[in-house]
């Protein structure tokens, strides 16, 4: 009956070293295929400028903001898995260029997979807010345009 006893506990020592041996394997396995991505070059994107119409800015959470003065629309950018964000800086800087509003979203591990909606809420927020400049600025111009087309009479 001993014996019996003794080749459970056994067995139970195996199934659980088993177990923690193949849960440090595969988190060991993770980490290493986490931290093998492509980084940005930096000689592609020294040379990045932006004109005087736009800036360049970084948030908090380490996103890259391209914002045209007079921008309309917007464009969010979740960059290609296991690819550094930054890479893509040079291709947004063109975009808001021509009056996009870019944000270049940094994944956590460089995969988009574990922030789906990153950027999407501030996003939303700061185009309305762009919406709403051009329309004043709209509104002043036609205001404007009234009083001068009631003065010339």
Not at 48 to 73: D, H, L, W, Y
Not at 85 to 109: D, N, T
């Amino acid at each position: 009956m001993g014996f019996l006893k003794a080749k459970g506990k056994n067995k139970l020592f195996i199934i659980t070293t088993t177990i923690v041996f193949s849960f440090a394997i595969i988190v060991g396995a993770m980490i290493l295929y986490l931290n093998d991505y492509y980084r940005a070059d930096e000689e592609a994107f020294a040379g990045v400028i932006t004109n005087k119409n736009s800036s360049r800015s970084v948030s908090n959470k380490g996103n890259v903001i391209f914002e045209p003065q007079n921008a309309t629309c917007g464009f969010i950018f979740y960059p290609g898995g296991k690819v550094e964000h930054r890479a893509y800086e040079p291709l947004l800087a063109e975009l808001a260029e021509e009056g996009v509003l870019c944000v270049l979203v940094k994944m956590p591990f460089n995969l988009a997979v574990f922030d789906i909606k990153a950027e999407a809420d501030s996003m939303k927020a700061r185009l309305q807010r762009k919406k709403q400049e051009v329309q004043e600025r709209e509104n002043s111009r036609q205001s404007h345009r009234h009083k001068n087309a009631r003065g010339a009479r």
